[in-house]
T-cell receptor, first 112, second 112 residues
Framework: QKEVEQDPGPLSVPEGAIVSLNCTYSNSAFQYFMWYRQYSRKGPELLMYTYSSGNKEDGRFTAQVDKSSKYISLFIRDSQPSDSATYLCAMVYNTNAGKSTFGDGTTLTVKP | DAGITQSPRHKVTETGTPVTLRCHQTENHRYMYWYRQDPGHGLRLIHYSYGVKDTDKGEVSDGYSVSRSKTEDFLLTLESATSSQTSVYFC???????????FGPGTRLTVL
């Protein structure tokens, strides 16, 4: 079993929809949680970073962490065609080296 | 964008030949990572470095070696390339173990 499981997708939504992307994890030692966005043929880029349970908001994006349930989510409000990308969750527990464990990614398409 | 470059960006080689990929950073970050990305597997860590001449294995290190003789350069070598090493390779950097990672543009390697 993988340490990090991500909803596989793909996901296709109309413009303006609310999108929910989800990951679960099995290792309670994970302390830091990130969401990356990756456009086709590009490297991943950081969207959200959090280390505590609860919600963190940045514009149309909200990252949610529930450590008791070992569950993280990324919500996108008023989704736009430019949000079409693959979204990767990532988690870190080894703070001496920052080795991140990534989910497999969810590909999102937002249709105009 | 973080100052990370990868070279070459594309390479086609034959089975059994040695291949070296280069990652160069201008951010003076301590940590550097090599990942491979394959469909259905997300990002998997190959090797990482936590300082000059300090390296360690990731989850898929077999068939790969690395070297870091300067802060700014991290080399990934495939001693004898195999078709299973056809992939997209990403380099990433981080200033602290728990910090976010910044990714390079990737190298697309095809082993025939």
């Amino acid at each position: 079993q993988k340490e990090v499981e991500q909803d596989p997708g793909p996901l296709s939504v109309p413009e303006g929809a609310i999108v929910s992307l989800n990951c679960t994890y099995s290792n309670s030692a994970f302390q830091y949680f990130m969401w990356y966005r990756q456009y086709s043929r590009k490297g991943p880029e950081l969207l959200m970073y959090t280390y505590s349970s609860g919600n963190k908001e940045d514009g149309r994006f909200t990252a949610q962490v529930d450590k008791s349930s070992k569950y993280i989510s990324l919500f996108i409000r008023d989704s736009q065609p430019s949000d079409s990308a693959t979204y990767l969750c990532a988690m870190v527990y080894n703070t001496n080296a920052g080795k991140s464990t990534f989910g497999d990614g969810t590909t999102l398409t937002v249709k105009p | 964008d973080a100052g990370i470059t990868q070279s070459p960006r594309h390479k086609v080689t034959e089975t059994g030949t040695p291949v070296t990929l280069r990652c160069h950073q201008t951010e003076n970050h301590r940590y550097m990572y090599w990942y491979r990305q394959d469909p259905g597997h997300g990002l998997r860590l190959i090797h990482y470095s936590y300082g000059v001449k300090d390296t360690d294995k990731g989850e898929v290190s077999d068939g790969y070696s690395v070297s870091r003789s300067k802060t700014e350069d991290f080399l990934l070598t495939l001693e004898s390339a195999t078709s299973s090493q056809t992939s997209v390779y990403f380099c990433a950097i981080s200033s602290k173990g728990e910090d976010t990672q910044y990714f390079g543009p990737g190298t697309r390697l095809t082993v025939l």
